[in-house]
């Protein structure tokens, strides 16, 4: 295996948002996007959904897409991870899969400020539309600002080329609430999502994240 070109740990920088999406009434529906490691793991409880535009990276800005529908009972412990996610470079790609095992695929993204400070996504993968998302410009601010989430709550495992790829990455920054006025995807080369499975969402207007050097091991089922 060759060393990865932009090795971890990376820091990392830029704004997004983040959809807390309801569970899935059959978990059959993201089946697909599901590696067979965690076949009958779960997911468990709320989904997310994130769109990300990093201004600092270990591979320069890029932005990206995201999924994860729950988390997943692995090695004792309830663990994250991403079944789908499309981002807007090469390098991207190549440094997520060797670093962490994430399963990128690159994309095209349109991205503009609406005329209220929101903002509205378009993500394109071979000429067709995968995703349509607007956001409502933030507003009320949530308390906090530290780390966004506890280390429990942030533990992530993914499995890639007979590998297991453990981590938990760190984020901090203000959150915001910001509605999500709009919420399409194709449903065949994205998981089916649109408004009536959204719970909640907030906007990072200026967050900062860490990725650590993961923990990498034979890749075995739940």
């Known amino acids: 295996m060759s060393a990865p070109e932009a090795p971890a740990p990376w820091s ?11 569970p899935p009434r059959d ?4 089946s697909a996007w599901t590696p067979a490691e965690l076949a009958g793991a779960g997911p468990g409880g709320p989904g997310l959904l994130m769109y990300v535009d ?11 897409l995201l999924f994860m529908p729950g988390r997943f009972r692995h090695a004792g412990k309830q663990r994250w991870s991403i079944t789908r ?12 899969r060797q670093n962490w095992g994430i399963p990128k695929e690159v994309a095209a993204f349109e991205a503009s400020r609406t005329d209220d400070g929101g903002e509205s996504i378009r993500v394109i993968q071979d000429g ?6 607007e956001f409502g410009p933030p507003g009320l601010r949530l308390p906090g600002g530290g780390a966004l989430l506890p280390g429990g709550l ?20 203000p959150l915001a609430w910001s509605a999500v006025r709009g919420l399409a995807t194709d449903g065949e080369r994205f998981p089916a999502l649109g408004p009536e ?18 923990e990498i091991s034979a890749a075995a089922a739940t």
């Open 54 to 64: 990093y201004r600092t990276s270990g591979v320069g800005p890029y932005r990206e």
């Open 27 to 30: 978990h059959t529906d993201h």
């Open 85 to 96: 996610i499309l981002v807007s470079t090469e390098e991207s790609v190549r440094a997520g």
């Open 197 to 214: 499975n959204v719970l909640a969402s907030c906007a990072a207007p200026d967050f900062r994240m860490s990725f650590p050097v993961a």
């Open 128 to 133: 067709v539309t995968l995703a349509e998302l």
């Open 154 to 173: 942030r533990r992530m495992v993914q499995f890639r080329d007979g590998r297991c790829f453990r981590f938990t990455p760190a984020a901090g920054g």
């Open 12 to 22: 990392l920088t830029g704004h997004g948002y983040i959809v807390l999406l309801k």
